[in-house]
């Protein structure tokens, strides 16, 4: 079984940064491929970022590239997104996800395990 808790949401205004992260509650961390995802009001799931279980290979939304970073730190548990340059319509619950494995997916059925998400609000 394994717990996503994530943290660092908040009201920011446009042009401002947040740093989220997600604290994994598992034994093997490594194991898996790690993403977030946003859900705006009214709004599908979408990707937002992806990254490999050794943080060598990252992977972002084209609306999100440029502006947000996605790390991992394995000794900690503990996926990142750093965002920086916030928009308005960046505002959404952002969740953090884990799958088992090495393949990279961006839609939300290709991860098993999602936290409780965290509200991401940007002010114009």
């Known amino acids: 079984q394994v717990q996503l808790v994530e943290s660092g949401g908040g009201l920011v205004q446009a042009g401002g940064s947040l740093r989220l992260s997600c604290a994994a509650s598992?034994?093997?961390?490594?194991?898996?491929?790690m993403g977030w995802f946003r859900q705006a009001p009214g709004k599908e799931r979408e990707f937002v970022s992806g990254?490999?279980?050794?943080?060598?290979?990252?992977y972002y939304a084209d609306s999100v590239k440029g502006r947000f970073t996605i790390s991992r730190d394995n000794a900690k548990n503990t996926v990142y997104l750093q965002m920086n340059s916030l928009k308005p319509e960046d505002t959404a619950v952002y969740y953090c996800?884990?799958?088992?494995?090495?393949?990279?997916?961006?839609?939300?059925?290709?991860?098993?395990?999602w936290g409780q998400g965290t509200q991401v609000t940007v002010s114009s």
């Open positions: 990254i490999s279980w050794s943080g060598g290979s990252t």
């Open positions: 996800a884990a799958r088992l494995g090495s393949n990279h997916y961006t839609t939300p059925n290709g991860y098993a395990y």
């Open positions: 598992v034994r093997t961390f490594s194991a898996y491929v």
